[in-house]
C-alpha cells in the first residue's frame, strides 16, 4: 500500500511508496520545457506535486521507489571501518580527511522542478565522495565563465606558479586535461603521490600529459589547489557565494580537504579541498541540497532570472571527452547508453562511491538523486523510473 504525505501548506501528496512494476526503458521523445520554469524558493518550501500530475503513473513510480529502498549498498555504516576497506589493498591507505557514518538509503525524483517522490532523511548531510568532483568542476566554469581560464588549452603553468607544473613532465598540462582527467600529472601533494591512485597499474610507466584516461583522485586534488591559487579564496567560499547561496541550499552543506592539505596562499593560510572521500574529505551535502545543485545543470546553469553558469560552460562540460566518452568535466556522461543502459543517451550524472548519483535526464526534465543505493541496482531502478513515465517509449 502506498504512503501518501500531505503538505498542510500545499495539500499536494508526495509518493512514499507502491509497489509495481515497470516497462523496459528505450530512448524517448524528447519533453518540452514548462513554458515558464518552476524553482524553488530558499529553505524548505519546495512544492511537491501528485506524481500523475507531471505525467507519471503513480504505482510504477511507487514500485521504482521501493525498489530503491530495498537496495541499500552493502557498506558498513561505520565509515571508518568502510574506509579502511576501500583503502586497503592501496599503496597509500593512510585516511587524512575528516568522515562520518553514513545515513540509510533515500533519493528524491524531480520533475519540471517539482517533487515527485521522496523517501528517507532527505535532509541529512553525508558523505558524498566522487560527486564532490563535479562540484569541483563548477567552480572551473565560474572561473571560465569570469576569464580567469582564458583558454582551456592553455598550460596550467602559465598561471599557476606554485611548483606544481615545474618538471619537463608536467610543463605541458593544461586546464582541460585537468578537468577530462588525462594530465598524467607526476608528483605528491598532501602527503600522497600520484601513484596512490594510479588505477591502471600503481607501478605503470606515465604517458605524455594528454594520452591516458585515468581516474586519479591525487590529480583531481591538484586542480582543486589550482584552482584555489587562481580564485585566491577557499573554494568552498566560491561555491557558496556564486551557487549555492542563488540556489537556495541549506546551510548545512560542507567541503573538506585533508588534516595535511592546509596551503598558503596570499599571506593566509587556507585549506585546499579534496575532489572526493576516497581518502576522507570531500563535499558533505542533502540529497535536497544535492537535487538543487542537479536542478541548476539540468536548466543549463540558469536559476530564475540569473544565469549563474554559462550555457557554454554546461555545453563543454558535458561534452564526450575524446580518450572516454563517457566522461566530461568531471561528469559523466552516458554516450550510446553505455553508462546506464536503461537511461537516456542525454542523460548526465555526478557519480560518488557507495552508490551516491545525481541522474539529470534533458529530455524528461527529470533531476533524480539517490543515495547509498548498491551499485548494481541503480540501472533497473532508472529503467523502472523512466518506466512509469506515462507514453516513454511508445
Not at 192 to 201: M, N, Q, S, T, V
Not at 252 to 280: A, L
Amino acid at each position: 500500500m502506498p504512503h501518501l504525505h500531505r503538505p498542510a501548506p500545499l495539500g499536494w501528496a508526495i509518493l512514499m511508496a507502491a509497489a509495481c512494476g515497470g516497462s523496459a526503458a528505450s530512448p524517448a521523445a524528447t519533453t518540452p520545457e514548462p513554458a515558464a520554469a518552476y524553482y524553488p524558493p530558499p529553505g524548505e518550501g519546495w512544492a511537491p506535486r501528485r506524481p500523475s500530475e507531471e505525467g507519471f503513473d503513480s504505482a510504477g513510480l511507487g514500485a521504482a521507489v521501493s525498489f530503491a529502498q530495498s537496495s541499500e549498498i552493502a557498506w558498513s555504516m561505520d565509515m571508518k571501518a568502510q574506509l579502511a576497506t576501500n583503502t586497503a589493498k592501496e599503496p597509500f591507505p593512510d585516511i587524512l580527511g575528516p568522515f562520518k557514518d553514513r545515513g540509510r538509503q533515500n533519493g528524491i525524483i524531480i520533475r519540471h522542478g517539482y517533487i515527485v517522490a521522496e523517501w528517507g532523511d532527505t535532509r541529512r548531510v553525508d558523505m558524498t565522495f566522487s560527486v564532490a568532483k563535479s562540484y569541483l568542476s563548477t567552480v572551473a566554469g565560474l572561473a571560465y565563465d569570469r576569464g580567469m581560464i582564458k583558454d582551456l588549452d592553455q598550460p596550467v603553468a602559465q598561471t599557476v606558479t606554485d611548483g606544481g607544473y615545474s618538471s619537463a613532465h608536467n610543463a605541458p598540462i593544461t586546464w582541460r586535461m585537468h578537468l577530462d582527467q588525462t594530465t598524467e600529472w607526476e608528483g605528491s601533494l598532501w602527503g600522497k603521490p600520484d601513484r596512490a591512485d594510479r588505477r591502471l597499474g600503481y607501478d605503470r610507466t606515465l604517458g605524455a600529459p594528454g594520452t591516458v584516461w585515468e581516474y586519479n583522485d591525487v590529480r583531481v586534488n591538484r586542480l582543486a589547489l589550482s584552482l584555489l591559487r587562481i580564485w585566491n579564496r577557499p573554494l568552498p567560499a566560491v561555491l557558496k557565494r556564486e551557487i549555492m547561496d542563488p540556489i537556495g541550499a541549506s546551510s548545512t552543506w560542507e567541503w573538506h580537504g585533508y588534516r595535511t592539505s592546509t596551503t598558503r596562499q596570499d599571506g593566509r593560510q587556507i585549506e585546499s579541498v579534496s575532489g572526493g572521500g576516497h581518502w576522507g574529505g570531500g563535499v558533505w551535502a542533502s540529497t535536497r541540497d544535492h537535487a538543487r545543485f542537479g536542478y541548476l545543470l539540468l536548466r543549463r546553469g540558469r536559476w530564475q532570472d540569473r544565469q549563474l553558469l554559462s550555457d557554454a560552460w554546461v555545453t563543454l562540460a558535458t561534452t564526450p571527452a575524446p580518450l572516454n566518452p563517457l566522461y566530461g568535466f568531471l561528469w559523466w556522461l552516458n554516450t550510446e547508453q553505455k553508462q546506464y543502459p536503461a537511461a537516456t543517451p542525454r542523460s548526465f550524472f555526478a557519480r560518488g562511491a557507495g552508490g551516491n548519483v545525481i541522474w539529470m535526464d534533458p529530455e524528461h526534465d527529470l533531476v533524480v538523486v539517490v543515495r547509498w543505493m548498491g551499485t548494481g541496482k541503480i540501472d533497473e531502478f532508472m529503467r523502472m523510473v523512466l518506466g512509469s513515465i506515462k507514453g516513454h517509449g511508445q
